[in-house]
């Protein structure tokens, strides 16, 4: 589905009006961004809420330590990509150790055993290989992406554990799970974001774009040469 959200955008990225070069959609993207948002506040904002006032917290953390795992599992086949073959061992030690002795995942054994948890996905690793992110896009339910990380998305879910369950019920439920989940972790930090951003869309393009370079770089990203970005 994502990869056709992605033709649709390319096909119209004639029709859009510059702006900024590292967001050369943003008419669109601010519509989708609006759509986005819209059902953001009518459908998954209110679920994330009931969710984290009925689940107690203990178990709200268990669900998402087995998440977390199922991640690490993408997370490996991307350090091992990457050539990062002592951290592809630590983290394939975080998943045989959350799996095992954490009962699949649902308790962090790992992380307190000094197993640190890292963040890699085959867009860092396009990243990593000299692949540059392309235009900014904000995909509909999907969120805030670029081409290169569309296309990494797309990448990570045939090796997402997740995705390779054959039973199509039991896998929308939990997708649906995971969404929430993920959805109520945003929710203490997102009113103190609203309030310090003038314009909530370019503070979050921005903050995404530089997040997504310091990962590809692991921390440490080449200074940029200043100019305008708009025309």
């Not at 519509?31 to 059902?39: A, H, L, Q, R, S």
């Not at 948890?117 to 992406?145: A, C, R």
């Not at 609203?194 to 979050?204: S, V």
Request: hydrophobic content about 40%; overall charge negative; aromatic content about 12%.
């Amino acid at each position: 589905m994502r990869i056709a959200i992605l033709m649709m955008v390319m096909m119209l990225a004639g029709c859009a009006t510059p702006y900024n070069k590292k967001d050369p959609l943003e008419p669109l993207n601010r519509k989708i961004y609006k759509f986005n948002d819209t059902v953001d506040k009518a459908v998954l904002k209110p679920v994330a809420k009931g969710y984290q006032e009925v689940v107690p917290l203990g178990f709200r953390v268990m669900i998402g330590n087995f998440f977390s795992n199922l991640d690490d599992v993408v997370v490996v086949v991307n350090d091992l990509l990457q050539l990062k073959g002592r951290q592809a061992f630590s983290d394939f030690g975080r998943v045989f150790l959350n799996t095992t002795i954490g009962f699949a995942g649902l308790v962090d054994v790992a992380g307190p055993s000094g197993y640190v948890k890292h963040d890699e996905d085959f867009g860092q690793t396009l990243g990593y290989w000299g692949i540059q992110p392309g235009p900014y896009l904000v995909l509909p339910f999907l969120g805030p992406s670029d081409f290169r990380d569309g296309i990494g998305t797309v990448t990570d879910w045939q090796f997402y554990p997740l995705y390779r369950t054959t039973d199509v019920s039991e896998r929308n439920s939990l997708v649906a799970v995971d969404a929430v989940e993920k959805r109520a972790e945003l929710l203490k930090g997102e009113n103190v974001l609203m309030q310090a951003a003038i314009d909530p869309y370019a503070f979050i393009r921005d903050a995404y774009l530089q997040h997504r370079q310091s990962l590809v770089y692991d921390g440490n990203p080449p200074m940029e040469d200043e100019e305008d970005d708009s025309e």
